[in-house]
């Protein structure tokens, strides 16, 4: 039988009015809700909200009552109504009812959870499954009631909506699947018909490409079988083997008129520009290594993460991933998976890391939209759900998110961009690993289902109207506690010395982890071993699913029962599913005895056909757009105006509401948070957490991202100069920095599209070359655009470029943060010397050494880094960090050098005590030092023009500017 169990919460005594309106009117859930409807445009009564459970059981009545009362309300502040079937299901007169639930399949981790406690209790239960009820006090018209639910409180691609109080007669359930081989007949395909193979099989292969499988399955004399062409599909994405950008280029070089003035080439772009330059500077290229990065940088480029040193006995490693498709279908289960799959990249570091450290970057289009195209999420609704699917997994997996960004532009409208990064701690022992041939293949953690199918190869497609419905099955929910079990549990059986490889089971699913663990073994699987969340998953389902919360080892025979023993005292789920090595180093696969694939690895690996491109570049001056404030375009003249403007931006504007969701405090070692300062509300540059608590070492997180740059040099530049600015503004050594690229581009079909990311490329390796800092992991997303097919309108991202920077400090007391700390202290412009252009990279690497060496010999006070709105939104922030005012001598209000926005440039405090030092060092070293201002007791920014005050502003007025616009 199926009860209902609706939790909400009580009325309190003595509140005078009807028990509907007193309970609404204290439901803060609804009161929220009621604020986002309004802002959606509707206005409605109160709203009283309650938290649906379904429950599958022969348990008694009384039971049913005890689960209620005992484990599912706290019944000082809850109420808790058991509804069966024969219950009176009506709700009170004047009142409109909207439930939300989760549809059958998809992943409900309260559910799995409310499951267990049940059993725990000693009641037995077969399922259980979870909603949300809004009642709104008031008549709603049905038609108003659909657009709130659908704008407001449903994702339809994995949630059901019902206008009534829903109690099913009994639960959808799978049926066991018969197996039934699919072959495809491929052999003797057309062209056109290889094409339309592709597409419409979701396998997003080139013709190239197929005709290589074609070619392969002829020469086998027999025709693929489904999960084999899925499974070729899935290692040859875009998203597992970054062929674009492995890619051989030809580039033709023009000039403003057209006339080419320059070839070159390239076999393999980015191998020849970011990955030699890493080369060069680990001294494993022709140049010898600089700054010791030979023995800082440990793992670069081959595992999960890159991998450098923090002390003798341990290293740190750092991933960012792109979770981009996923979250604009459903953006709470896109982010939170894309966090939870960043975290599994880092356990599947060498043999496992620790997680100590979250990051997140998110690109939307502004909030304030009235129509938008068919398919496209409102991105007020994007961006509040990426928030809370990276603030849940982060949180309840007990992980501090330290660092990030949000960046708003119209362009990312249909095709928003979610940026997950993780760092872990791992033993410097533990970097390699290696799968041995007869290891036991080990799945451990979740179940598989049918969520995230063709994840991988749907990354490689480009975003339409229709996405929502044709890629449903690509959605996944993540389950963080299940993730938090998973990794305790691999943590303990490395240290025990337990299995030889592991990675997580990701892109791809089985696939992707097996296919790359048994790359040079060979890999046996019966699938028909693999657990099921439920019934009806055919042999092809149960390999690509990308199910999250799944790691893969490889376990030695004799270590099997101890592993799968500690699992199980753990209640974490680990099945062997086959052993790795064949005699042919063959993938093959298996139903119930019946032989279901069968692959040569040496063909999966190594017989993708790699793209020859041909790319235009534009031979146009660097930095045209790099000078004046891009953010912001103010009528008035006055510089108070401007300033508040910017300050009040969305791109400058406070992220507060978005970070106090954040725990940046657990693990207990946080140094340097997200927000600093007296009253802990200034902008920090950076993060600084100590991994190892008996330890003054610190690892250092910022990071670097400014698309409104057009020119792709300029723009590459910037953003690392960015991102290198950020950690040494709270005292990080560039010598022990290494960095991370991000790559997110629309289509690169077009030849100007691929010139432009070949030229990011090459800025990347003449950075690192000139900074002297090595990149030591990357990942790609291309073809991020949105066709609406009703209009044929593509909207293209900007060219996109996160650089993520990580550094190692030997005393975190020697950090310092951008509040200013002493009035009658000097501020002082820190850049390249005058006539420096923008991205000249033989002086901004000078800038950056300079200041280092400055904080770590005691000499600044109180440091912030020069970014978007220039130096004078840097010294406002200054001051709303601090309390303290600024006063501050320009030529005239109105020069631009005021709010431009350069390379290399920061504000520096220093004290009176420290003046002379600080001045006589800093005249020794190739940079340019400009008195800027001087720090002042009253809470006011003053400037003044060599005549005259040309404005005056209290912090109260720059601090309700910088917080008031994205008070969501």
Same mark, same amino acid.
């Given at each position: 039988?199926?009860?209902?169990?609706?939790?909400?919460?009580?009325?309190?005594?003595?509140?005078?009015?009807?028990?509907?309106?007193?309970?609404?009117?204290?439901?803060?859930?609804?009161?929220?809700?009621?604020?986002?409807?309004?802002?959606?445009?509707?206005?409605?009564?109160?709203?009283?909200?309650?938290?649906?459970?379904?429950?599958?059981?022969?348990?008694?009545?009384?039971?049913?009552?005890? &689960? /209620? #009362?005992?484990? !599912? @309300?706290?019944? +000082? *502040? $809850? %109420?808790?109504?058991?509804?069966?079937?024969?219950?009176?299901?009506?709700?009170?007169?004047?009142?409109?009812?909207?439930?939300?639930?989760?549809?059958?399949?998809?992943?409900?981790?309260?559910?799995?959870?409310?499951?267990?406690?049940?059993?725990?209790?000693?009641?037995?239960?077969?399922?259980?499954?979870?909603?949300?009820?809004?009642?709104?006090?008031?008549?709603?018209?049905?038609?108003?009631?659909?657009? &709130? /639910? #659908?704008?407001? !409180? @449903?994702?339809? +691609? *994995? $949630? %059901?909506?019902?206008?009534?109080?829903?109690?099913?007669?009994?639960?959808?359930?799978?049926?066991?699947?018969?197996?039934?081989?699919?072959?495809?007949?491929?052999?003797?395909?057309?062209?056109?018909?290889?094409?339309?193979?592709?597409?419409?099989?979701?396998?997003?292969?080139?013709?190239?490409?197929?005709?290589?499988?074609?070619?392969?399955?002829?020469?086998?004399?027999?025709?693929?079988?489904?999960?084999?062409?899925?499974?070729?599909?899935?290692?040859?994405?875009?998203?597992?083997?970054?062929?674009?950008?492995?890619?051989?280029?030809?580039?033709?070089?023009?000039?403003?008129?057209?006339?080419?003035?320059?070839?070159?080439?390239?076999?393999?772009?980015?191998?020849?520009?970011?990955?030699?330059?890493?080369?060069?500077?680990?001294?494993?290229?022709?140049?010898?290594?600089?700054?010791?990065?030979?023995?800082?940088?440990?793992?670069?480029?081959?595992?999960?993460?890159?991998?450098?040193?923090?002390?003798?006995?341990?290293?740190?490693?750092?991933?960012?991933?792109?979770?981009?498709?996923?979250?604009?279908?459903?953006?709470?289960?896109?982010?939170?998976?894309?966090?939870?799959?960043?975290?599994?990249?880092?356990?599947?570091?060498?043999?496992?890391?620790?997680?100590?450290?979250?990051?997140?970057?998110?690109?939307?289009?502004?909030?304030?939209?009235?129509?938008?195209?068919?398919?496209?999420?409102?991105?007020?609704?994007?961006?509040?759900?990426?928030?809370?699917?990276?603030?849940?997994?982060?949180?309840?997996?007990?992980?501090?998110?330290?660092?990030?960004?949000?960046?708003?532009?119209?362009?990312?409208?249909?095709?928003?961009?979610?940026?997950?990064?993780?760092?872990?701690?791992?033993?410097?022992?533990?970097?390699?690993?290696?799968?041995?041939?007869?290891?036991?293949?080990?799945?451990?953690?979740?179940?598989?289902?049918?969520?995230?199918?063709?994840?991988?190869?749907?990354?490689?497609?480009?975003?339409?109207?229709?996405?929502?419905?044709?890629?449903?099955?690509?959605?996944?929910?993540?389950?963080?506690?299940?993730?938090?079990?998973?990794?305790?549990?691999?943590?303990?059986?490395?240290?025990?010395?337990?299995?030889?490889?592991?990675?997580?089971?990701?892109?791809?699913?089985?696939?992707?982890?097996?296919?790359?663990?048994?790359?040079?073994?060979?890999?046996?699987?019966?699938?028909?071993?693999?657990?099921?969340?439920?019934?009806?998953?055919?042999?092809?389902?149960?390999?690509?699913?990308?199910?999250?919360?799944?790691?893969?080892?490889?376990?030695?025979?004799?270590?099997?029962?101890?592993?799968?023993?500690?699992?199980?005292?753990?209640?974490?789920?680990?099945?062997?599913?086959?052993?790795?090595?064949?005699?042919?180093?063959?993938?093959?696969?298996?139903?119930?005895?019946?032989?279901?694939?069968?692959?040569?690895?040496?063909?999966?690996?190594?017989?993708?056909?790699?793209?020859?491109?041909?790319?235009?570049?534009?031979?146009?001056?660097?930095?045209?757009?790099?000078?004046?404030?891009?953010?912001?375009?103010?009528?008035?003249?006055?510089?108070?105006?401007?300033?508040?403007?910017?300050?009040?931006?969305?791109?400058?504007?406070?992220?507060?509401?978005?970070?106090?969701?954040?725990?940046?405090?657990?693990?207990?070692?946080?140094?340097?948070?997200?927000?600093?300062?007296?009253?802990?509300?200034?902008?920090?540059?950076?993060?600084?957490?100590?991994?190892?608590?008996?330890?003054?070492?610190?690892?250092?997180?910022?990071?670097?991202?400014?698309?409104?740059?057009?020119?792709?040099?300029?723009?590459?530049?910037?953003?690392?100069?960015?991102?290198?600015?950020?950690?040494?503004?709270?005292?990080?050594?560039?010598?022990?920095?290494?960095?991370?690229?991000?790559?997110?581009?629309?289509?690169?079909?077009?030849?100007?599209?691929?010139?432009?990311?070949?030229?990011?490329?090459?800025?990347?390796?003449?950075?690192?070359?000139?900074?002297?800092?090595?990149?030591?992991?990357?990942?790609?997303?291309?073809?991020?655009?949105?066709?609406?097919?009703?209009?044929?309108?593509?909207?293209?991202?900007?060219?996109?470029?996160?650089?993520?920077?990580?550094?190692?400090?030997?005393?975190?007391?020697?950090?310092?943060?951008?509040?200013?700390?002493?009035?009658?202290?000097?501020?002082?412009?820190?850049?390249?010397?005058?006539?420096?252009?923008?991205?000249?990279?033989?002086?901004?690497?000078?800038?950056?050494?300079?200041?280092?060496?400055?904080?770590?010999?005691?000499?600044?006070?109180?440091?912030?880094?020069?970014?978007?709105?220039?130096?004078?939104?840097?010294?406002?922030?200054?001051?709303?960090?601090?309390?303290?005012?600024?006063?501050?001598?320009?030529?005239?209000?109105?020069?631009?050098?005021?709010?431009?926005?350069?390379?290399?440039?920061?504000?520096?405090?220093?004290?009176?005590?420290?003046?002379?030092?600080?001045?006589?060092?800093?005249?020794?070293?190739?940079?340019?030092?400009?008195?800027?201002?001087?720090?002042?007791?009253?809470?006011?920014?003053?400037?003044?023009?060599?005549?005259?005050?040309?404005?005056?502003?209290?912090?109260?007025?720059?601090?309700?500017?910088?917080?008031?616009?994205?008070?969501?």
């Amino acid at each position: 039988m199926i009860y209902r169990i609706d939790v909400r919460s009580k009325v309190h005594a003595g509140s005078g009015v009807s028990d509907a309106a007193a309970l609404a009117a204290q439901d803060s859930l609804g009161a929220s809700i009621r604020q986002q409807i309004a802002e959606f445009g509707s206005d409605v009564g109160p709203i009283s909200t309650s938290r649906v459970f379904f429950l599958d059981t022969d348990a008694s009545a009384a039971d049913v009552l005890k &689960i /209620a #009362g005992d484990l !599912l @309300a706290d019944l +000082v *502040v $809850e %109420s808790a109504e058991v509804v069966e079937r024969s219950s009176n299901h009506a709700d009170p007169a004047g009142t409109s009812r909207i439930e939300v639930h989760l549809k059958p399949g998809v992943m409900d981790p309260v559910a799995d959870s409310t499951e267990m406690a049940i059993r725990d209790m000693g009641l037995n239960v077969r399922e259980v499954r979870t909603g949300r009820a809004f009642l709104i006090h008031g008549v709603v018209a049905k038609p108003e009631l659909e657009r &709130i /639910a #659908g704008r407001v !409180l @449903a994702n339809g +691609v *994995v $949630e %059901s909506v019902h206008f009534d109080r829903y109690l099913p007669e009994k639960f959808a359930a799978g049926h066991e699947y018969t197996l039934k081989l699919q072959h495809v007949a491929l052999r003797e395909l057309t062209d056109e018909q290889l094409t339309k193979l592709s597409r419409e099989g979701h396998l997003f292969l080139s013709l190239a490409e197929m005709k290589a499988i074609q070619s392969y399955y002829r020469e086998q004399g027999r025709e693929p079988t489904d999960i084999e062409l899925e499974t070729l599909a899935q290692t040859w994405s875009e998203h597992c083997v970054h062929k674009t950008l492995k890619s051989a280029v030809d580039i033709e070089v023009k000039d403003v008129s057209g006339k080419v003035v320059g070839k070159r080439h390239y076999d393999n772009l980015i191998k020849e520009t970011i990955f030699d330059s890493t080369m060069a500077l680990m001294g494993k290229g022709n140049a010898p290594a600089k700054n010791d990065m030979g023995r800082f940088c440990l793992s670069v480029f081959k595992d999960n993460a890159g991998v450098v040193a923090f002390d003798d006995v341990d290293a740190v490693c750092f991933k960012v991933e792109t979770h981009n498709h996923p979250s604009a279908i459903e953006p709470y289960g896109g982010s939170a998976t894309g966090a939870g799959g960043v975290i599994r990249d880092i356990l599947g570091t060498g043999l496992v890391a620790k997680p100590i450290a979250n990051t997140d970057v998110f690109c939307v289009a502004y909030p304030q939209k009235e129509k938008l195209p068919k398919g496209v999420i409102h991105p007020k609704r994007i961006l509040q759900q990426v928030v809370a699917g990276v603030r849940d997994y982060g949180n309840r997996m007990g992980i501090p998110t330290i660092n990030g960004a949000v960046y708003f532009d119209d362009r990312y409208l249909g095709n928003p961009l979610v940026f997950c990064g993780c760092v872990g701690l791992l033993p410097r022992n533990k970097i390699e690993k290696a799968t041995q041939p007869g290891d036991a293949i080990v799945v451990m953690g979740g179940r598989t289902g049918r969520d995230g199918i063709h994840g991988a190869t749907f990354s490689s497609a480009e975003l339409t109207d229709t996405h929502a419905d044709e890629f449903s099955h690509a959605v996944q929910i993540g389950n963080a506690i299940t993730e938090k079990k998973v990794g305790d549990v691999i943590l303990t059986a490395r240290d025990r010395g337990l299995f030889t490889a592991v990675t997580d089971c990701g892109a791809g699913g089985l696939s992707s982890a097996v296919g790359e663990m048994g790359e040079k073994t060979g890999a046996d699987v019966k699938l028909d071993t693999v657990p099921l969340k439920y019934q009806g998953l055919r042999y092809d389902e149960i390999w690509i699913s990308e199910a999250q919360e799944r790691m893969v080892l490889s376990v030695p025979q004799n270590k099997l029962a101890e592993l799968l023993a500690l699992a199980k005292s753990e209640d974490v789920e680990a099945t062997a599913i086959g052993t790795f090595g064949t005699p042919n180093a063959e993938l093959l696969l298996s139903y119930k005895g019946t032989q279901v694939g069968r692959i040569s690895m040496h063909f999966m690996h190594n017989g993708i056909p790699m793209p020859r491109r041909k790319a235009v570049v534009v031979d146009t001056p660097a930095a045209n757009d790099l000078v004046a404030a891009s953010q912001v375009n103010v009528a008035s003249n006055k510089v108070a105006d401007k300033l508040l403007a910017l300050l009040a931006h969305p791109n400058i504007a406070s992220k507060h509401w978005v970070v106090r969701q954040y725990d940046h405090e657990v693990q207990g070692g946080s140094v340097i948070k997200p927000f600093v300062g007296p009253s802990q509300v200034g902008p920090s540059d950076a993060s600084v957490i100590r991994p190892k608590l008996d330890s003054l070492k610190g690892v250092v997180v910022g990071c670097g991202l400014v698309p409104h740059i057009k020119d792709p040099y300029a723009m590459a530049i910037a953003s690392i100069d960015e991102a290198i600015r950020n950690v040494v503004a709270v005292g990080a050594n560039p010598k022990k920095t290494a960095i991370l690229d991000n790559f997110c581009w629309p289509s690169v079909d077009d030849e100007v599209t691929m010139g432009h990311l070949a030229r990011t490329c090459e800025a990347c390796r003449d950075a690192a070359l000139a900074y002297g800092i090595p990149f030591i992991s990357g990942k790609d997303s291309l073809h991020n655009q949105f066709t609406n097919s009703e209009t044929g309108q593509v909207l293209r991202i900007p060219n996109t470029l996160l650089i993520s920077a990580i550094s190692v400090i030997d005393d975190v007391r020697k950090c310092i943060t951008m509040d200013l700390k002493k009035p009658d202290s000097s501020v002082f412009l820190l850049s390249p010397p005058k006539g420096t252009g923008p991205t000249d990279l033989a002086a901004l690497p000078k800038v950056h050494q300079a200041l280092a060496d400055a904080i770590a010999l005691g000499y600044v006070a109180s440091c912030h880094d020069v970014s978007d709105g220039g130096a004078l939104t840097a010294a406002a922030e200054m001051c709303i960090g601090s309390g303290l005012g600024m006063a501050v001598s320009v030529p005239s209000q109105g020069d631009p050098s005021l709010f431009a926005e350069l390379p290399g440039r920061y504000l520096l405090e220093i004290s009176k005590d420290r003046f002379q030092h600080a001045t006589e060092f800093f005249a020794k070293q190739a940079v340019a030092l400009e008195a800027f201002g001087r720090v002042i007791a009253e809470p006011k920014l003053v400037i003044s023009e060599p005549t005259a005050i040309a404005a005056e502003l209290s912090i109260e007025q720059m601090t309700a500017a910088w917080r008031g616009t994205l008070d969501w």
